[in-house]
């Protein structure tokens, strides 16, 4: 089945679409990479999304409009990934949509909701959508995050020593398998998100992100700042857990140095302060990586391609070996789309796609909702078995084969 699977993550800067073949061959999922198209949000758009996201107040008018906004944005992509990768024979998109609010109560999440209307998808294409994918998992008393830690554990699952799959989007989050050992998955805090919130701010919105982690290159580790940032309660919770920007925005940055400063304290610049947010995200990284024993590394996500925040990565790991998803046959970039991609492929196969011990639910759930095509909605049997067994086709020639997961 030739499915094309879309994300927009936490630092919503843009859209990937990613398209694949998927096929199931008695328990070993087949997938074969075909491109990624990627677009940013209308500029408005983004500026809207920037406006309603916490801590902002919102109405109920401005999340309508988001919804079909974000839907059509998506719904253009969709078109676009159909023609130039898929030569107009996808059979089914899968659309993540935007989140917008992660509802996190304690230890649990009581809700998560993500905008983008998917009839505008389906409309536009003409083909099934399914959507919505955190919900259901929600439901089943788990934390609906990070829902690609299906896809890492049946890919990386099978090696004869513990890996960590990491993403480094707005926030990070890792999933470590290993022999004789269950799986387990979460957000381990901010990746981009604080850095993003730092560098919008100090050039008033003019660039989103460190670009090249230029910036903090140019800076200096502000110690006492980056120690009360380690204090967080967040870091010491137990796994399964989530987070987002409800926690990590520009108003928990500003109150964090705003306690740090007092009389005679100098003023900390944009690259002190840059630097330091960088450390911290390769602090807990590394500290959670650590913890779970992992002795290697593959990593995906837009952090992977900040120099400086991989290098300290390396400096907090020795002795892991540290890569990234390129180099086992997933773009490194788009890794996240093709993990919506199968999700989906398995709702519409009647498939549970969780792992509840990564995400914490009571059980593993059927993902989504569904969305007709034109023609309805593809009609297969139910296989026997769920996929044990992840083979990613295209791989670079030096990537280690993938071999049974433990779920």
Same mark, same amino acid.
């Given at each position: 089945?030739? +499915?094309?699977?879309?994300?927009?993550?936490?630092?919503?800067?843009?859209?990937?679409?990613?398209?694949?073949?998927?096929?199931?061959?008695?328990?070993?999922?087949?997938?074969?990479?075909?491109?990624?198209?990627?677009?940013?949000?209308?500029?408005?758009?983004?500026?809207?999304?920037?406006?309603?996201?916490?801590?902002?107040?919102?109405?109920?008018?401005?999340?309508?409009?988001?919804?079909?906004?974000?839907?059509?944005?998506?719904?253009?992509?969709?078109?676009?990934?159909?023609?130039?990768?898929?030569?107009?024979?996808?059979?089914?998109?899968?659309?993540?949509?935007?989140?917008?609010?992660?509802?996190?109560?304690?230890?649990?999440?009581?809700?998560?909701?993500?905008?983008?209307?998917?009839?505008?998808?389906?409309?536009?294409?003409?083909?099934?959508? +399914?959507?919505?994918?955190?919900?259901?998992?929600?439901?089943?008393?788990?934390?609906?995050?990070?829902?690609?830690?299906?896809?890492?554990?049946?890919?990386?699952?099978?090696?004869? #020593?513990?890996?960590?799959?990491?993403?480094?989007?707005?926030?990070?989050?890792?999933?470590?398998?290993?022999?004789?050992?269950?799986?387990?998955?979460?957000?381990?805090?901010?990746?981009?998100?604080?850095?993003?919130?730092?560098?919008?701010?100090?050039?008033?919105?003019?660039?989103?992100?460190?670009?090249?982690?230029?910036?903090?290159?140019?800076?200096?580790?502000?110690?006492?700042?980056?120690?009360?940032?380690?204090?967080?309660?967040?870091?010491?919770?137990?796994?399964?857990?989530?987070?987002?920007?409800?926690?990590?925005?520009?108003?928990?940055?500003?109150?964090?140095?705003?306690?740090?400063? #007092?009389?005679?304290?100098?003023?900390?610049?944009?690259?002190?302060?840059?630097?330091?947010?960088?450390?911290?995200?390769?602090?807990?990284?590394?500290?959670?990586?650590?913890?779970?024993?992992? +002795?290697?590394?593959?990593?995906?996500?837009?952090?992977?391609?900040?120099?400086?925040?991989?290098?300290?990565?390396?400096?907090?790991?020795?002795?892991?070996?540290?890569?990234?998803?390129?180099?086992?046959?997933?773009?490194?970039?788009?890794?996240?789309?093709?993990?919506?991609?199968?999700?989906?492929?398995?709702?519409?196969?009647?498939?549970?796609?969780?792992?509840?011990?990564?995400?914490?639910?009571?059980?593993?759930?059927?993902?989504?909702?569904?969305?007709?095509?034109?023609?309805?909605?593809?009609?297969?049997?139910?296989?026997?078995?769920?996929?044990?067994?992840?083979?990613? #086709?295209?791989?670079?020639?030096?990537?280690?084969?993938?071999?049974?997961?433990?779920?």
């Amino acid at each position: 089945m030739r +499915v094309i699977g879309m994300m927009s993550g936490t630092s919503f800067d843009a859209i990937d679409a990613a398209a694949a073949d998927l096929e199931l061959d008695g328990d070993t999922l087949h997938l074969r990479p075909l491109g990624v198209v990627s677009e940013a949000y209308p500029v408005e758009l983004r500026q809207s999304l920037a406006a309603a996201l916490p801590p902002a107040p919102t109405t109920l008018e401005q999340v309508c409009r988001l919804d079909t906004g974000v839907g059509q944005a998506f719904a253009a992509l969709a078109v676009r990934a159909n023609e130039e990768l898929c030569d107009g024979r996808a059979a089914l998109v899968v659309s993540h949509g935007q989140t917008v609010y992660h509802w996190t109560d304690g230890d649990a999440v009581r809700g998560t909701l993500q905008l983008g209307q998917p009839a505008w998808v389906a409309e536009a294409t003409g083909l099934p959508v +399914v959507s919505d994918l955190r919900s259901r998992d929600v439901a089943a008393g788990g934390q609906g995050a990070p829902l690609v830690s299906a896809l890492d554990v049946l890919w990386l699952g099978g090696r004869d #020593h513990v890996c960590a799959a990491l993403n480094l989007g707005g926030i990070a989050n890792v999933t470590v398998v290993g022999p004789g050992r269950p799986p387990v998955a979460f957000d381990t805090g901010p990746a981009n998100a604080l850095i993003d919130a730092a560098v919008q701010h100090a050039t008033s919105g003019r660039s989103g992100y460190d670009a090249e982690g230029r910036l903090a290159a140019a800076g200096t580790v502000d110690e006492a700042l980056l120690e009360a940032l380690l204090a967080e309660p967040y870091y010491r919770r137990p796994a399964p857990k989530s987070t987002g920007k409800e926690l990590f925005n520009l108003a928990y940055l500003q109150a964090a140095t705003a306690a740090r400063s #007092h009389p005679g304290t100098a003023d900390l610049g944009p690259a002190d302060l840059v630097a330091t947010l960088t450390a911290l995200t390769a602090r807990t990284v590394a500290d959670a990586v650590r913890a779970a024993g992992a +002795v290697e590394v593959v990593a995906a996500g837009g952090g992977t391609q900040n120099p400086v925040l991989m290098a300290a990565l390396r400096d907090r790991l020795p002795g892991v070996a540290l890569r990234t998803a390129d180099e086992l046959g997933l773009p490194t970039a788009a890794k996240e789309a093709y993990a919506f991609a199968f999700l989906g492929f398995c709702t519409v196969r009647g498939l549970p796609a969780t792992v509840p011990g990564c995400t914490g639910a009571r059980h593993a759930s059927i993902l989504g909702s569904l969305t007709p095509g034109r023609d309805g909605f593809p009609v297969s049997p139910r296989p026997a078995q769920p996929p044990a067994t992840l083979v990613v #086709h295209g791989a670079a020639p030096s990537a280690a084969p993938t071999r049974k997961a433990h779920r």
